[in-house]
Structures are given as structure tokens and as C-alpha cells.
């Protein structure tokens, strides 16, 4: 447990276990409490109460020890000021322990692995936010120890290298390293860890794969309605079941489906559209971001970064 003067509780009664070779994602809105969890594992943070091991040790009576164990890729920007990605990654490697060549070495794979190259020896008042975060990544993963911990690792990172960066976090946990990933991304982390941690208040909300966690969802499809105007969306009609409690925004209307009620369900939708109520509607399969939604309390119609919500059934 973390408690902060006042009496907030940024971490509740948490366990959690993260094996050598696996990626894991914490999953929770701002303020649930992810970042604290690995300072502490870090330890730079001291829990209220409560124990951390790391591969045995405690961060508490053993901080420094620890601290060699783990990297953490933070949330900020990496102070980069002066200083290429090139020497970055570098210089990391060598705090870490590496000799200068296999210092030179990792880097060149990293820069390389993350196309990196054409800016790899730009100073950092000159980079974008993407690249930036990449550099952050290769200071992280240049000798990341026992275990990596990695805070929002693809934000502001573009698509193509966005994926050669799960590649890499891939391969640390290949390599032994147990990863331990906080994203806001819910379906990145469906399709690329391998177990999902939901938090929320400080508390662990629910625990498992992608698959264990959507057999928790509210009915097999959603249909999703986008007004064409503020005016508002009609409710579902009587005569068309819903398996869940809809969600709803000014413009926008998920309602959780039985595959049954899937017909009828697209009819009143197409009468919508045609009548000129609504600009688009979809049915798709209810996905691990339905179940995060239902379990954090979401108060709008779900959506996806970049349009990666899954080819709708009908539109």
C-alpha cells in the first residue's frame, strides 16, 4: 500500500507477479495509480505498508541493489538537451555496466531495430516527441537488468515505428527480461501483452489474458450509433433487447448485443440513417476495451486510437 498525506491511497492491497520472459499490462485511467507502482518497485518510492521482491530482494533495505536489477522508462520526456540519441543510449549503457564496445554495439542494434538512424546524431532540442520517446525506450532497454518497466513506452510514436517498438519490447522479454508495461492504449495491449493488470483507484480491478478478460464482457457485439446532430440519440427500442447498460456521449451510443438481437438491431439502424438522424453506425464484437469500460465505470461511447476498433459488420 501507498498512502499520501491526507489520507489517499495511490495504491491499495495490490498483488501482483511478473515472470522472467512475460510482458504485462497495467491498464487504468490517470490516477489509478500505475506510476506509483513502479516507483516503488524501483524504489523510489517507499510503500506505506506492505512488501516488494525483486528476484528476492526488497527495494526498501536494498534500494541500490535493486535499482541495478531494474530499468524504468518513465512517463516524461527524457532530458535530452544537448545530447543525441546516439550519446543517450550510449552513456546508458555504460552507467549500467557495459564495457565501451558492447556499449557501441547494443546502441547501433537499438538505433537500428527502432530506424533511428536519421536522427541519431540530432540533439534533442531538435526532435520530435516520437523520437524522443524511441531514444527514452534504448536508454531503458541498452541494459535493462532483471526486470524493465516501461511508463506509456508508444505515446507520441508514429505507426510504423510504433510497431517496431513492440518488436523490441518483445524481445526483451525473449531475452529474460520481465516487463512490466503501463499503456492507456487498450488496443495495443490486447494484441501484444500477455497478461492484462486493470487498475482503478489504486485497486487491481481484474487480472488475466485478453481472452479471459473478454469472456467478462457484456453481451457478443456492440452497435455503435454517431448522431448528426447534438440533438441526441433515440433509445434502443423496447422490442430490441440489450445485454448491457448502453454507453453515451452528446453524439454517440454503444449498446452492448446478443448476436440474436443482431438483426433487428441493424434494421432500426439503417432506418436511422436513412431518415437522416444518424451520420454512421457499426456492429462490431465486443473487445477487451467494452470489458475496461464496464469495469472503470467509462461515461462515453467507446472509441480507439487511429481508427483500430476491428472491421465493423455493417455500416
Given amino acids: 500500500m501507498k498512502c499520501y498525506r491526507g ?16 510482458v504485462v499490462g497495467l491498464l487504468g485511467h490517470n490516477g489509478a495509480g500505475k506510476t506509483t507502482l513502479i516507483n516503488q518497485v ?8 506492505g512488501t516488494i521482491r525483486v528476484d528476492g530482494c526488497d527495494p526498501v533495505a536494498e534500494p541500490a541493489r535493486v535499482r541495478r536489477m531494474v530499468s524504468v522508462m518513465p512517463q516524461a520526456h527524457a532530458p535530452l538537451a544537448g545530447v543525441t ?29 527502432l530506424d533511428l538512424s536519421e536522427w541519431a546524431d540530432t540533439t534533442g532540442e531538435r526532435l ?23 511508463d506509456e513506452p508508444t505515446n507520441d510514436v508514429d505507426p510504423v515505428r510504433r510497431r517496431l517498438l513492440w518488436e523490441q519490447i518483445r524481445e526483451l ?29 489504486g485497486k487491481v480491478l ?43 456521449s ?13 438483426s433487428a438491431a441493424l434494421a432500426w439502424a439503417q ?20 470489458v475496461y469500460l464496464q469495469l472503470v465505470g467509462g461515461d462515453a461511447a467507446p472509441g480507439t486510437e487511429e481508427g483500430e476498433q476491428g472491421e465493423p459488420l455493417a455500416a
Fill in 271 to 290: 432506418q436511422l440513417r436513412k431518415a437522416g438522424d444518424i451520420d454512421e453506425f457499426a456492429l462490431v464484437p465486443v473487445g477487451l476495451e467494452d
Fill in 250 to 262: 452528446s453524439r454517440r451510443l454503444a449498446v452492448p448485443l446478443d448476436s440474436d438481437a443482431a
Fill in 42 to 49: 524501483a524504489g523510489l518510492a517507499v510503500p506505506t505498508s
Fill in 128 to 150: 520530435s516527441g516520437g523520437i524522443r520517446r524511441l531514444t527514452a525506450y534504448g536508454m531503458a532497454a541498452a541494459d535493462p537488468g532483471r526486470v524493465a518497466m516501461l
Fill in 206 to 248: 481484474a487480472e488475466g489474458t485478453a481472452a479471459q478478460l473478454r469472456s467478462r464482457a457484456v453481451g457478443e457485439l456492440r452497435l455503435e450509433l454517431t448522431a448528426a446532430t447534438t440533438d441526441g440519440l433515440p433509445d434502443l427500442p423496447s422490442d430490441i433487447p440489450a445485454a448491457g447498460p448502453p454507453l453515451r
Fill in 85 to 113: 540519441p546516439r550519446q543517450a543510449i550510449r552513456t546508458m549503457a555504460r552507467i549500467r555496466g557495459m564495457n565501451k564496445r558492447a556499449a557501441v554495439a547494443r546502441t547501433e542494434e537499438l538505433i537500428d531495430a
Fill in 7 to 22: 489520507g489517499t491511497r495511490a495504491n491499495d492491497g495490490i498483488g501482483l507477479h511478473v515472470k522472467a520472459g512475460e
Fill in 173 to 201: 522479454a525473449d531475452r529474460g527480461c520481465a516487463v512490466l508495461l503501463v499503456t492507456h492504449n487498450v488496443i495495443e495491449a490486447e494484441r501484444s501483452v500477455d497478461r492484462i493488470i486493470v487498475m482503478d483507484s
